[in-house]
């Protein structure tokens, strides 16, 4: 999900290009914008009159004008081999986008990486934007034996006043939240109760955090409007 404005969210879900403009007031789907063939869609950020959605093989689509008539889509290939990407958030203060890495590359250490990319060169950095520490003492309250599995993101997000990030994990309902240097501030468990299987995450304009969990057979997806103070 992506906030547009008091009353309405982009959404994208996992298998079909399309952008879904849901009205929260009036409880529906009030637009649909194609800008792709079916594919995994993994997230969406919104800037201004531009979207922008990650697929999980890494390309970016960029919909410029996207509630239009006519939106002009341009797709970029990350080249980030061996990862499983799944969150996505636009860093206005930077001119980048921010994309998670929800797997370890080959090799790899016990890190899960945050890469950007440039929206002026339209290329990604060399060098990840943040790194997160499994072995990090924070994530001893999980209590897990094996540290790779202390994170696998599915969305993140930035603060809009304070900078900080904010990284949602759906498999094990988990929020992290880490300093504008990157540093982990805290790490909450999530009640399943509220949060069946939480995929999306995004702030209004004045710091509203809202999160989205992914529907089912037997049960409907929702977007909760979340006080950090009551998790």
Request: charged share 30%; with cysteine.
């Amino acid at each position: 999900i992506s906030w547009m404005d008091e009353d309405r969210f982009a959404c994208v879900q996992d298998e079909q290009g399309r952008i879904f403009v849901y009205n929260v007031v009036d409880k529906k789907i009030e637009q649909e914008i194609p800008f792709a063939d079916d594919g995994d869609f993994e997230d969406i950020a919104i800037a201004g009159d531009v979207a922008y959605v990650l697929r999980a093989d890494g390309e970016i689509f960029v919909i410029n004008n996207f509630r239009s008539e006519k939106p002009r889509v341009s797709q970029y290939g990350l080249a980030l081999p061996g990862v499983d990407l799944e969150g996505l958030a636009f860093d206005g203060s930077a001119r980048r986008l921010l994309i998670a890495d929800k797997g370890k590359e080959k090799g790899g250490t016990e890190e899960r990486k945050i890469y950007a990319f440039d929206l002026t060169s339209r290329k990604i950095a060399e060098d990840p934007a943040l790194k997160v520490d499994l072995n990090d003492p924070a994530f001893n309250v999980l209590g897990e034996d094996k540290k790779e599995k202390n994170l696998r993101p599915s969305a993140i997000a930035i603060h809009p006043s304070s900078g900080e990030y904010y990284i949602l994990e759906g498999a094990k309902r988990k929020l992290l939240i880490l300093t504008p240097e990157g540093k982990i501030k805290s790490v909450q468990q999530l009640d399943p109760h509220d949060f069946k299987q939480p995929e999306g995450i995004s702030f209004s304009k004045n710091g509203d955090l809202f999160i989205s969990n992914e529907g089912s057979k037997k049960e409907a997806g929702n977007i909760l409007h979340v006080n950090l103070d009551d998790l």
